[in-house]
């Protein structure tokens, strides 16, 4: 049975510019696009019937008539796809051993804006800028590879992936694009020259993106579809027209001389309380903000404009003011046919143009008598009615009445939103324009004047929180504002194919894919499903949240949930890469938890870390701006799933001293040899240090159930023997001679700064401290006291001269002078210079300063400070106290790596849990031991 223009939704409607004449997709023929999607719809209406498709995870919530017409298969579904294997079949080259592959990881910071005019078409919770991606896409890619996202959003993967094939986006990377589409990068020489080295080549790549989320899904799909942009153009000015007719009274105002009329730009709404001493109703607006000369200045407590008794909406504690009570009304929402009680809101000022110019005026009767024609003509049928899901963020609204996703609008936006509806039926992309505007509609949208020309400042981000004072745009604007925007941004670009489900599902053949680049979503920080569930409540389609991967008290997911999930997420992105092949992995918290569970996560899956290093989305939200933990730049992690050919070698070795050696050979081929500091000289590549070096090499033996061959002071000997050291750093031959002739031309290496706050720390502090420079206690402690930024409430503070005497060696004078205090002496005192290591005044001078062990008594200090640690861990173990509130870390990491050694799984259990919860959680080494001890003794 057909619909009626009004049941009919927007998104029952289907692209209509895709090419009229014969089209290919996946080596099939069709006479026209329109035969093609009649093709594939039938496949997937089929699919929709099995119900073993249906009980893929994360399959989405909605009727199938409504995931079919939101779909547009192959290319797209709103559930999951059943074609990605054939999109790789077509599109993919096979995994051949033969075909060499290397890359360093991308180890350059990365800055880009977010004013692009693709990246403001369409907002959502989080996006990377396109153009950030397309330096990572062409960096580990040849055109024609096939990369995936799992957590697409927007899909700005996609269209990365599309956008290296355009010489003028490429070229305004600021790199170099020649004739036979080789892509160079700029770089200065060993003789301070600069040259252009080639790295890439010009041409798109194929994409296969998937979300949990409907919304991200659609908004991903239209963003890598092909947009006939003229026809776009004519339709939506055409449409828009349309509503503008049949709804632009609703936006009309008498100017103050009562004769001229005026067109509303935007409605300022209030919320009214009463005062508890008068019981009269208080406008929040009117009370809250005071003019005050040409400013507005904003009052938390403020008097009662009848009583003056003093009241504030939410009063400190000590504070005297009185705490305002809700006025509430009770109307029938004719929407849902039922009585609701709400928040009592008015309207209180509106500003509007006559011509070019803006004016502002109180709300008069007038204005009110054409708000309650509306409410009076308004015949609800399309707009979304769906209760507002149970939820951390979904249901904060509740206590105001605001239950319904249509309580975050206005009558008025309902009503042009429902006209705007039924005018766009059959008409192409007017559905992406529709979903684009729908943030900027709601009551969420705040209002606030003490910002003066800067007001309206838009909704908080990642929260569903209503303003006591929000503003109401207008429909008409808001639509043709955004029309703008998107025929600034659709493109004529495919290659892309999207599937709706969980991303420990997607069907992709295992060791397909040549490069992943994946957002995942950020513990607690943003509640993703139910953000999303206004937008998709106009879809019709929701969420499945049963495999989200957050951190959520409604959905019972604490940080071991989360872990697990994104465990799970990282296991089948790691089956489906090729051996050998990248990943990058965005991040952004301000929880150490949450980053040690990304990282654990990632290490269980299989992958091993490379490289960690900076982007800058250069303008931050809110919860990026904000409080003490707030985190200015998101981490990029890049990380790398070990070939075929090393983990058989690995296999033959894994319980002896080579399959060590074997590991860490294999592990420095896919580090950076260097990292540009923000000046021109190289920094310490961290993951090069010895210490680091160990700790992937113990990861990597006890995640694949080894035990581990060598100790620290047997692994750091062996480093020195095989490898070569620079700025103590090991390197391959190969790249050691690369790193020399890099560190030339960039001038030398400078430091990367540390915050003294635990053992651990202190140590490295003092390491980069001594390793250049020999000095004494006297020397040394007035530099540590300023480092040390307050050591952790649970780490037992050392003193400086335990850290020095079990970590370093002092000369005593006696001896010869050792090489290391030799050669800073000898090039930092001209009096000193040329003498013998056993001059006596050489001696003098270098007494008493304290130096970083050679390998070979690095050894010797390490065995004792170990005998030490474990001492103190046995104190631990046996203690009868139920949780140790202070204790040293690195006697537990010491005391976990034993137990391990000895399969003693049950003390590393035990001592985990007399451990703080939040340690734990944010110690990666300490978290590894304990859940693979869960594993081997087979709890959960």
Known sequence: MAKSPYDQSIFDIQPATKPQGPVECLGMTFDNDQKRREYFLDKLREKLKDPEFRKIEGYPIGSDEDILALS????????????????????????????????EPFAADVSEGKNDPIYNAHSYHTKVPHKAIMRYILHYTEPGDVIFDGFCGTGMTGVAAQMCGDKAVVESLGYRVDKDGTVSQQET????????????????????????????????????????????????????KEVEAECGWMYETL?????????????????VYSCPQCSREVAYYEAAFKANADAVRYLEEFECPNCRALCAKNPPKKSAAYKLERVWVSSIDKHIGAIQKSQKRIPVRINYSIGTKRHEKRIDDKDLAILEKILRSFSPGNIPTDRMPPGDESRRNDDEGITHTHHFYSNRALSVLSVFIRHAKQQPQLEFLLGSVLPKLT????????????????????TLYVPPVNVENNVIDQLLFQYKKISQAVNNFGGSIIATQAAQSVAVPSCSLDYLFIDPPFGANIMYS????????????????????????????????????????????????????????????????????????????????????????????????????????DLVISAYKPNGGFENRFKKEASTE???????????????????????????????????????????????????????SEFQEGLSQR?????????????????????????????????????????????????????????????????????????????????????????????????????????????????????????????????VPDANKAGDLEKLRERSLLKEFEDYRTSSQKRLKVFRLEAVRAGFKKAWQERDYATIITVARKIPENVLQEDPKLLMWYDQALTRSGEE
């Open 189 to 240: 020489d060993e003789n301070g020259k600069t040259i252009w080295r080639p790295f890439s080549k010009l041409g798109s790549r194929r994409a296969v993106l998937n979300d949990l989320s409907p919304a991200a899904t659609f908004i991903a799909y239209n963003y890598n579809t092909p947009v006939d942009t003229p026809t776009f153009e004519r339709e939506a000015k055409r449409i828009l």
């Open 255 to 271: 100017h103050t001389d009562g004769k001229t009329k005026g067109k509303i730009n935007y409605t300022v709404w209030s919320e």
């Open 72 to 103: 547009d298969p192959p290319y797209y579904t709103a559930c999951p796809n059943p074609f990605i294997a054939d999109f790789i079949k077509h599109y993919g080259k096979p995994y051949d051993t033969g075909i060499p592959y290397s890359r």
């Open 443 to 462: 009551i969420m949208n705040r209002f606030m004047p003490q910002h003066g020309g800067r007001a309206l400042v838009g909704p908080i981000t990642n």
């Open 658 to 712: 080579d399959g060590a050696w074997e590991f860490v050979r294999s592990h420095l081929k896919y580090l950076p040899v260097v990292k540009r500091g923000a000046s021109t000289h190289l920094i310490v590549v961290t993951e090069r240090d010895p210490r680091i070096l160990y700790d992937q090499t113990v990861a990597y033996f006890i995640r694949k159930g080894y035990p581990v061959p060598l100790n620290s």
């Open 723 to 851: 490898f070569s050291c620079r700025d103590g750093m090991y390197f391959l031959p190969d790249q050691v001679a690369e790193y020399d002739k890099r560190k030339l031309s960039a001038g030398g290496t400078e430091q990367m700064s540390l915050f003294v706050s635990d053992e651990s720390s202190a140590i490295a502090w003092l390491r980069q401290l001594l390793k250049d420079k020999p000095l004494s206690f006297q020397d040394i402690h007035p530099l540590f006291i300023k480092e040390l930024g307050g050591w952790q409430k649970y780490e037992k503070p050392l003193e400086l001269s335990e850290l020095l005497e079990q970590n370093f060696l002092r000369y005593d004078g006696k001896s010869e002078v050792p090489n290391q205090i030799h050669s800073y002496l000898s090039t930092n005192f001209k009096e000193l210079r040329n003498l013998s290591k056993d001059d006596e005044s050489l001696r003098v001078k270098s007494k008493d300063r304290w130096y």
């Open 530 to 633: 139910e953000l999303s569930f206004i937008r998709e409540a106009w879809l019709r389609v929701f969420t499945n949240r049963i495999p989200e991967a957050v951190e959520s008290k409604y959905q019972k997911k604490g940080i071991d949930e989360y872990r697990q999930l994104m465990t799970a997420c990282f296991r089948e992105a790691f089956r489906v890469l090729k051996p050998g092949r990248w990943m990058t992995v965005e991040f952004s918290n301000t929880k150490a938890s949450v980053w040690n569970s990304i990282q654990t996560a990632l290490s269980d899956a299989g992958f091993i870390v490379a490289s960690i290093t900076v982007l800058d989305k250069t303008r931050g939200g809110l919860h990026a701006m904000i409080g003490p933990t707030a985190v200015k730049q």
